[in-house]
């Protein structure tokens, strides 16, 4: 049975789709089996799959409205591996749909506090909806006590937090534009250690 998360946060920007793209390339090139689904209108991932190269490792991709999602995770439940959902900032009930399926909710969080306010809906979207949530950092700054400060913020407030973080890397945008993950496009980068790191921990998770 496939572990199926659903990337999710209202704040646009906040790195939903870099780390859909970056942790399924991760999962992937380890040997996994991994199926996409775009449920963000924007369309962003979608762009992402179609200039995809065909040299690099398969990766499962389909667009679907909200109210398909379920169907659509159905089917792919039954196979092996992770189904990854990257999900619209704003349509509320599109987001509920996909968090709805999944195992697991992942929520990129920029190491901000304004940025760790703004998780608040989607917090109340998984726990009317019963499902596990895990923060997880994003566009880290390379300087600076904020990552600690917001660390130990999300600590207080008991959420549990990845122990994959992204820094904020060019690697990322860069290879987003290519189709790839920075895992393909820049194997030996600290960007790719990162989207490792995240993989395995998301592994974990899985694992129970
Ligand atoms: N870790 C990162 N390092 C550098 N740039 C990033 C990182 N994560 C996201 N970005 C950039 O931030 C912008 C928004 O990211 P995106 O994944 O599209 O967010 P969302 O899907 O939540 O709207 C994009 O330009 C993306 O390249
Ligand atoms: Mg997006």
Redesign the pocket.
């Known amino acids: 049975m496939a572990f199926v998360i659903a990337v999710a946060?209202r704040?646009?920007?906040?790195?939903?789709?870099?780390?859909v793209a970056n942790l399924a390339t991760a999962l992937r090139a380890a040997g996994t089996r991994v199926a996409l689904l775009d449920v963000d209108p924007q369309g962003?991932l979608t762009r992402w799959a179609q200039v995809r190269p065909a040299t690099v490792p398969e990766i499962g991709f389909e667009a679907a409205a909200g109210w398909r999602v379920p169907q659509s995770v159905d089917r792919h439940r039954r196979e092996d591996g992770f189904v990854i959902l990257?999900t619209p900032?704003h349509a509320d009930n599109d987001a509920k749909l996909a968090i709805r399926t999944a195992d697991l909710v992942v929520i990129?969080l920029q190491p901000s506090m304004p940025d760790l306010w703004a998780i608040d809906g989607t917090l109340a979207i998984a726990a009317a909806e019963k499902k596990p949530v895990a923060l997880m950092l994003?566009?880290v700054p390379a300087q600076g006590r904020l990552r600690d400060e917001v660390a130990a913020a999300v600590a207080e407030r008991d959420l549990p937090l990845l122990a994959g973080a992204?820094?904020?890397?060019?690697a990322?945008?860069s290879a987003?534009g290519h189709g790839l993950g920075v895992v393909e496009q820049a194997p030996r980068s600290p960007a790719a250690d990162e989207a490792r790191a995240l993989a395995e921990a998301i592994r974990r998770e899985a694992a129970g």
Not at 11 to 19: I, P, R
Not at 166 to 170: A, E, L, P
């Open positions: 946060s704040k646009g920007g906040a790195g939903k789709s870099t780390v962003t990257d900032p990129p994003n566009r992204f820094g904020n890397r060019t990322f945008a987003f």
